[in-house]
C-alpha cells in the first residue's frame, strides 16, 4: 500500500470545484453542520469557511498518512513539515493531480483517491469521524451523479 502526498493546489482546486456548486455544498454537510447553520443563521461566507477548513484538514490528514508512512522523506530528526491550505490554493482550477476535474467521475475518482491517501501503511486513518463522513457524503454524492448520468430515467424507475 503506497501513499501518494497531493500539492495544496489539488487540494484547493477540488474545494473550489464543491464551494462553487449549491448541490456539492449540501453534500458535504453532516447532521452537526445542518444544526449549526440553523442555530447559527450562518451565510455563505461562513459556509465557505468551513468548507475550506474541511479541505485544509483533509490536506493536512494526507500528509500525516504520506510522513509516517515514508518516515525516510523526514529531516534527520524525523521531524517534518506540515503545510496549510491557503487562501490563495482555492482557486478555479479544471485540474488535480494533473488530472482534469471536469465531470463528477473526474471529481469522485479523485475524492476516493483522497479516501485512499489519507491512511497510512499501518493502516491508521489521520481523519476524525465527522471528517471521514462529510469525505463519505461527497463520494456518496458523486457516485450518484454517475448513476443518473449512466441512467437518466433512474428517478422514473424508482417511483414505480
Same mark, same amino acid.
Given at each position: 500500500?503506497? @501513499? ?9 482546486? #477540488? !474545494?473550489?470545484?464543491?464551494? !462553487? ?22 451565510? &455563505?461566507?461562513?459556509?465557505?469557511? $468551513? ?5 485544509? $484538514? @483533509? ?5 500525516? !498518512?504520506?510522513?509516517? &508512512?515514508? /518516515? ?6 524525523? +521531524? ?23 465531470? +463528477? ?5 479523485? #475524492? ?7 491512511? &497510512?501503511?499501518?493502516?491508521? &486513518?489521520?481523519?476524525?469521524? /465527522?471528517? +471521514? ?20 430515467? $433512474?428517478? @422514473?424507475?424508482?417511483?414505480?
Amino acid at each position: 500500500m503506497s @501513499v501518494i502526498k497531493y500539492e495544496s493546489q489539488d487540494f484547493g482546486a #477540488l !474545494a473550489w470545484a464543491i464551494i !462553487a456548486n449549491n448541490n456539492h455544498r449540501e453534500a458535504i454537510k453532516i447532521a452537526r453542520d445542518e444544526y449549526e447553520t440553523m442555530i447559527f443563521k450562518m451565510d &455563505s461566507d461562513a459556509e465557505d469557511n $468551513r468548507i475550506k477548513s474541511f479541505f485544509d $484538514r @483533509v490536506y493536512i490528514a494526507n500528509q500525516l !498518512a504520506y510522513y509516517v &508512512s515514508y /518516515q525516510d522523506e523526514c529531516a534527520h530528526d524525523g +521531524s517534518f513539515k506540515v503545510e496549510r491550505l491557503q487562501d490563495e490554493d482555492i482557486a478555479p482550477s479544471t485540474k488535480a493531480n494533473n488530472k482534469q476535474l471536469n465531470s +463528477s467521475r473526474a471529481i469522485y475518482n479523485f #475524492l476516493t483517491s483522497i479516501r485512499y491517501n489519507i491512511i &497510512s501503511q499501518a493502516g491508521r &486513518s489521520f481523519l476524525d469521524e /465527522q471528517d +471521514s463522513e462529510r469525505l463519505e457524503n461527497l463520494i456518496q454524492h458523486f457516485a450518484s451523479d454517475i448513476i443518473e448520468m449512466a441512467d437518466p430515467d $433512474r428517478a @422514473v424507475y424508482e417511483g414505480d
